[in-house]
Nanobody, 127 residues
C-alpha cells in the first residue's frame, strides 16, 4: 500500500519561510518523479513544481520561481519544499504527488498523470 504523508505546514508571517516534507512508503521512491501542488478552497489544484527521480532536474511554476526550492533524499524516501519570501497568496493546502516516470515532462502540471497523492498540509501566510 502506497502512502505519501506531508508535514511541516503552519502559520507564518509574510516574508517568512517554511519547509514542507513528504515521506513516501510502499513504492520505489527513486523511480518516481515527484511534484508539489497547492489548492485554495473553490479553486483548482495547481502545480508548484516537480523534481526528477534522481533530483538533478527541477521545474517550477512562475509564481514561485526564485522563492521555492524542491529537493529530495531518496535514501529517506522524502521530498522537500523549501518556501522562502512567503506571500499571503501562497496560503493553500499543499500536496505531494508521485508520477511513474523518471523525469518531469512538459505536462508536469497535469494532475491526472500522477499515480499517488498525499493528504495535504495547510500553509497560512499572514500579511
Amino acid at each position: 500500500q502506497v502512502q505519501m504523508v506531508e508535514s511541516g505546514g503552519g502559520e507564518v508571517q509574510a516574508g517568512g519561510s517554511l519547509r514542507l516534507s513528504c515521506t513516501a512508503s510502499g513504492l520505489t521512491f527513486s523511480s518516481y518523479a515527484v511534484g508539489w501542488f497547492r489548492q485554495i478552497p473553490g479553486k483548482e489544484r495547481e502545480g508548484v513544481g516537480c523534481i526528477s527521480h534522481g533530483g538533478a532536474t527541477t521545474v517550477y511554476a512562475d509564481p514561485v520561481k526564485g522563492r521555492f526550492t524542491i529537493s529530495r533524499d531518496n535514501a529517506k524516501s522524502t521530498l522537500y519544499l523549501q518556501m522562502n519570501s512567503l506571500k499571503p497568496e501562497d496560503t493553500a493546502m499543499y500536496f505531494c504527488a508521485a508520477r511513474q516516470t523518471f523525469y518531469c515532462p512538459d505536462s508536469w502540471q497535469d494532475r491526472g498523470r500522477y499515480n499517488f497523492w498525499g493528504q495535504g498540509t495547510q500553509v497560512a501566510v499572514s500579511s
